[in-house]
């Protein structure tokens, strides 16, 4: 069965057609695999609308999904968008797989660009002491503060996998905070690892680490 995906990234890639070359790979060559995955992403219409209309635009995108697929650009790490795209996939228990484009020559200038940072590395939780809230917080000019956008879950109400049975954190797991980098560690660069025939496998590594 397909798996669905949803692609976060930042728009500069697609006019640059890096995050492209990712989304279009399974379709070019071998027609055996063109139902590995489920393209569930947002196009430009999206920036054009209110945060409001964003959020619910990426809220449906991610129905139906299994894996988020960070495609990272030089520029990618704390976006807006891509931050909630983040926060939203843990919530709604999805797996988290980053991959780097830099190295996917332009198609302007035909260079490679510099390595960017991975955006999981700059999200992080933190469970309450009671273990009753799941708070996020980003990384801003070397300080974690709030994310305003999606600031915190109820324990028992958020659905990702890495809450334990009966949806929630063990007490024993209280005031403990986790960078998303620790939590969702498959990181590849789409060139140096051969992405275009190894992405199907990292799509499925990541959906059975969330036992989907």
């Known amino acids: 069965m397909p798996r669905g995906v949803f692609?976060?990234?930042n728009y500069e890639d697609v006019s640059d057609f890096k995050a492209n070359v990712v989304r279009n790979s399974r379709a070019l060559k071998n027609s055996s695999l063109e139902?590995?995955?489920?393209?569930?992403s947002l196009w430009e219409e999206a920036r054009k609308k209110s945060p409001k209309a964003i959020k619910e635009l990426i809220d449906e995108g991610l129905k139906g999904t299994s894996v988020t697929v960070?495609?990272?650009g030089s520029n990618t790490s704390n976006r807006r968008w891509v931050n909630y795209e983040i926060v939203k996939s843990f919530v709604e228990?999805?797996?988290l797989l980053a991959v780097h484009l830099n190295r996917i020559k332009s198609r302007t200038t035909r260079k490679i660009s510099q390595k960017g940072i991975n955006p999981l590395s700059r999200i992080k939780l933190?469970?309450?002491?009671e273990c009753k809230t799941i708070y996020f917080y980003e990384l801003v000019n070397r300080k974690w503060i709030e994310f305003k956008d999606l600031p915190y879950v109820n324990n028992r109400k958020?659905?990702?996998f890495w809450f334990h049975p009966g949806n929630f954190w063990h007490r024993s797991e209280a005031d403990n905070e986790y960078k998303f980098s620790e939590l969702f560690n498959m990181e590849?660069?789409?060139?140096n690892d051969d992405g275009y025939y190894n992405f199907p496998n990292w799509i499925e590594k990541a959906a059975k680490v969330i036992k989907r």
Do not use: E
């Not at 139902?35 to 569930?40: G, W």
């Not at 590849?188 to 060139?191: D, E, K, L, S």
């Open 7 to 9: 692609f976060s990234f």
């Open 35 to 40: 139902s590995t995955f489920i393209d569930k």
């Open 70 to 72: 960070l495609l990272i």
């Open 93 to 95: 228990g999805k797996g």
């Open 126 to 129: 933190r469970i309450d002491s």
């Open 158 to 160: 958020a659905n990702s």
């Open 188 to 191: 590849f660069c789409w060139v």
